[in-house]
């Protein structure tokens, strides 16, 4: 069993930055593909990136290409998210999951999920 907490969101202004980190435990973190899903209100959630299990690879949604980037330190069981040149339409709950399939981009094939945190982007 996996537990995934995250951290880091907050209100910012458009065109800003946000560092959002999940910190594994409970398991053994380098075996997951770690993903970021996002769910905004009145929307489904949906994939953001992800990261192989040995961080050599990323995959993100067109939405977010360029502007967002995740890394993970397996020594530390820690997975980020980096938010650059943030919009108002990024707003939504952040949320960190782990899966075993290999750069999983369905929040189906996600086992294990956090939280949440609140990302506010102001215009």
């Known amino acids: 069993q996996v537990q995934l907490v995250e951290s880091g969101g907050g209100l910012v202004q458009a065109g800003g930055s946000l560092r959002l980190s999940c910190t594994a435990s409970?398991?053994?973190?380098?075996?997951?593909?770690m993903g970021w899903f996002r769910q905004a209100p009145g929307k489904e959630r949906e994939f953001a990136g992800c990261i192989s299990w040995h961080g050599g690879t990323t995959s993100y949604a067109d939405s977010v290409q360029g502007r967002f980037t995740i890394s993970r330190d397996n020594a530390k069981n820690t997975v980020i998210l980096q938010m650059n040149s943030l919009k108002p339409e990024d707003t939504a709950v952040y949320y960190c999951?782990?899966?075993?399939?290999?750069?999983?981009?369905?929040?189906?094939?996600?086992?294990?999920w956090g939280q949440g945190t609140q990302v506010t982007v102001s215009s």
């Open positions: 999951a782990a899966s075993i399939a290999p750069m999983a981009t369905k929040a189906v094939q996600y086992n294990y």
């Open positions: 409970g398991g053994t973190f380098r075996s997951y593909t």
